[in-house]
């Protein structure tokens, strides 16, 4: 058994949107393709889910639903991009995507630099490189083509193929993932290492 380290709790992620001043106009990029992301398999045939302009939780209120930080703990950027949230610590559909470095470039999870954990109606999937774990019969492919400093975006586009964590081990039910991303980059204000996995440890197979 493995945690992510790519992928923040939930909780910290709230908190990085708190960190977000109302008066920053984060202009989220929500509500267009430019942030939408795209599944094949397990169910699902050629479904889109775009994220949306704004989005509300209960009891915390979020100015953006697509943001991206640098972790220099794990020298890794994570971009968050919500469509769905039942409460302040539960996904119901998101795309989280994770890779090692701050710059523009191709990011690939067979050189351990690129990852994927996605969210699809309660369901999850784990993809490519988490930061300490290599899921095999997965792959993650990252294209960055923007990266402005913080109060700015991180832009780009992703491709991988996923398998279904269920009750916190992975099965042999995949899915193929395509998506565009394009998210409000804003600092991270955690001071020690917050990175963990959203969900149940997950064994790789």
Known sequence: MLNSRFFPLLVFVLALFAACKKDDNP???????????????????????????SLNVPQFPLPSPAIGTYVPQDSATVCYQLVAVVSFDSIRTGCLLGFLGNRTGTYQSASRAAGFELYVEGRKFLGGYDGQTLYSGTSATINVT??????????????????????????????????NFDVLHISNPGGGNRSLSLGQTTQAE
């Open 27 to 53: 202009a989220s990029g929500g509500g267009s393709p430019t942030n939408s992301f795209t599944v094949n398999g397990a169910g699902y045939n050629n479904r889109t889910f775009i994220v949306p302009a």
């Open 146 to 179: 923007r990266y402005d400093p913080v109060g700015g975006r991180i832009q780009g586009a992703y491709s991988g193929t996923l398998r279904e964590e269920v009750n916190g081990a992975l099965t042999n039910t995949t899915i193929t993932l395509t998506g």
